[in-house]
């Protein structure tokens, strides 16, 4: 297991982000950022990140990559609407969409299970 947002630089706990003005892949082309809610922009800390997941990704093989749902960076079907008012709306987070862009198949830990049972 691995976490995008340490791989980046973040410690636990870490102040709430959220992707303002698009989804992961607009961060990724340079077209949204990432912002805590204090303001700060984060988006080159979870851009590295996911570099760093796509790598380890490509080392190891992996076929399939399990990720938590709604995080900026690992949310593979939904995310936080950039407001920090707990909305979600369809998208998926940075992580998520460079490994995808790559190639990989994405899924959330409900998606996974769902395949399971």
């Known amino acids: ?23 992961g892949i607009d961060v990724i082309n340079g077209n949204a950022r990432v912002i805590e809610r204090s303001g700060k922009d984060v988006t080159d800390i979870y851009i590295d990140g996911a570099y760093k997941a ?24 939904h995310i936080y609407n950039g407001a920090f008012s707990g909305v979600k709306i369809a998208g998926e987070g940075v992580t998520a969409a460079l490994l995808r862009k790559h190639g990989f198949t994405v899924m959330s830990e409900s998606q996974f299970v769902a395949k399971m049972y």
């Open 54 to 77: 796509l790598n380890i990704a490509k080392e190891i093989k992996a076929t399939v990559i399990v990720l938590k749902e709604s995080s900026p960076s690992c949310g593979s079907e």
């Open 1 to 23: 297991m691995m976490c995008p947002e340490l791989l980046g630089g973040f410690h636990t706990p870490r102040e709430p982000a959220e992707i303002i003005k698009g989804t």
